[in-house]
T-cell receptor, first 114, second 112 residues
Framework: DTGVSQDPRHKITKRGQNVTFRCDPI?????LYWYRQTLGQGPEFLTY????????KSRLLSDRFSAERPKGSFSTLEIQRTEQGDSAMYLC????????????FGDGTRLSIL | LAKTTQPISMDSYEGQEVNITCSHN???????ITWYQQFPSQGPRFIIQ???TKVTNEVASLFIPADRKSSTLSLPRVSLSDTAVYYC?????????????FGSGTRLSIRP
């Protein structure tokens, strides 16, 4: 069990650029979650996959955001035409079984928009 | 939607027992109570989960009264490394992941 891995750990980009983050969950975990966290706040739910199916999306996830989990393994989160307000920590978590099971988090990707 | 209320911050000293209480008046029958710990620049880390009465593991205890409208995370003999933000969550029994709300957590500071 190597834990949840996220790449890159930090991303600095100019406003208007597209960025893509990757998450590798714990193998055999069927559920994968994406969260966004801003300074001083707790993580906010963005979207959730069960295997390869994206089952829920938060209203926070505007049309500029898209997430995929091909083959039910790793996941990517893409932000198009980034804005200043997108600056945040993007966290990925995975779990096995139903929603009662605790989530295992990666250490996130910190996005800074110049 | 089960909202939680926690103190914004707490201070304590090394070697003391720390109790952090979380209120969740609207907890549903099937909801579990889960606590996470988060250090700066790291993702949250699961500490403990319970449904009723008392749960204990190697790092903490969780006390849940009969009405389940609150819960208390107890950290025995804290050290400087326990300085972190602690989040109380309820509602993991929901099939809807969007109902998982972390809130702002409790910022615990441990002094020598």
């Amino acid at each position: 069990d190597t834990g949840v891995s996220q790449d890159p750990r930090h991303k600095i980009t100019k406003r208007g650029q597209n960025v893509t983050f990757r998450c590798d969950p714990i193998s055999e975990h069927n559920r994968l979650y994406w969260y966004r966290q801003t300074l001083g706040q707790g993580p906010e739910f963005l979207t959730y996959f069960q295997n390869e199916a994206q089952l829920e999306k938060s209203r926070l996830l505007s049309d500029r955001f898209s997430a995929e989990r091909p083959k039910g393994s790793f996941s990517t989160l893409e932000i198009q035409r980034t804005e200043q307000g997108d600056s945040a920590m993007y966290l990925c978590a995975s779990s096995f079984g139903d929603t009662n099971q605790p989530q295992h988090f990666g250490d996130g990707t910190r996005l800074s928009i110049l | 939607l089960a909202k939680t209320t926690q103190p914004i911050s707490m201070d304590s000293y090394e070697g003391q027992e720390v109790n952090i209480t979380c209120s969740h008046n609207n907890i549903a029958t099937n909801d579990y109570i889960t606590w996470y710990q988060q250090f700066p620049s790291q993702g949250p880390r699961f500490i403990i989960q319970g449904y009723k009465t008392k749960v204990t593991n190697e790092v903490a205890s969780l006390f849940i009264p009969a009405d389940r409208k609150s819960s208390t995370l107890s950290l025995p003999r804290v050290s400087l490394s326990d300085t972190a933000v602690y989040y109380c969550l309820v509602g993991l029994s929901y099939s809807s992941a969007s109902k998982i709300i972390f809130g702002s957590g409790t910022r615990l500071s441990i002094r020598p």
